[in-house]
């Protein structure tokens, strides 16, 4: 089964971009779709963007606008463009890999919007 890595968490002041990588070890020929999740404290993981296999993206109205999903399948690799970050964008991101009959989370990546 397949591993995912999360990278290129950290802080930035409000309105400051970051770039999100999650790199996938393996069965890159199986994925369906590459979701990017967060979850902050005391509430429910949510969806913030995803990508299918036939390129359509889905956005969380929350961030529509200000993330972009894309993907480098030769470098195995999807990302998430977070730009004009908000206070509220501050959580732990992951990275999911939908297979056809199963699925692979990343260990998270922290992204602190502060000043």
């Known amino acids: 089964q397949a591993q995912l890595v999360e990278s290129g968490g950290g802080l930035v002041q409000p309105g400051g971009s970051l770039r999100l990588s999650c790199r996938i070890s393996?069965?890159?020929?199986?994925?369906?779709?590459m979701g990017w999740y967060r979850q902050t404290p005391g509430k429910q993981r949510e969806l913030v963007a995803s990508?299918?296999?036939?390129?359509?993206?889905i956005y969380a109205d929350s961030v529509k606008g200000r993330f972009t999903v894309s993907r480098d399948s030769a470098k195995n690799t999807v990302y998430l463009q977070m730009n004009s970050l908000k206070p509220e964008d501050t959580s732990v991101y992951y990275c999911?890999?939908?297979?056809?009959?199963?699925?692979?989370w990343g260990q998270g990546t922290q992204v602190t919007v502060s000043s």
């Open positions: 393996g069965r890159w020929f199986s994925i369906y779709a």
């Open positions: 990508i299918h296999d036939n390129g359509n993206t």
């Open positions: 999911n890999a939908l297979y056809d009959s199963s699925n692979t």
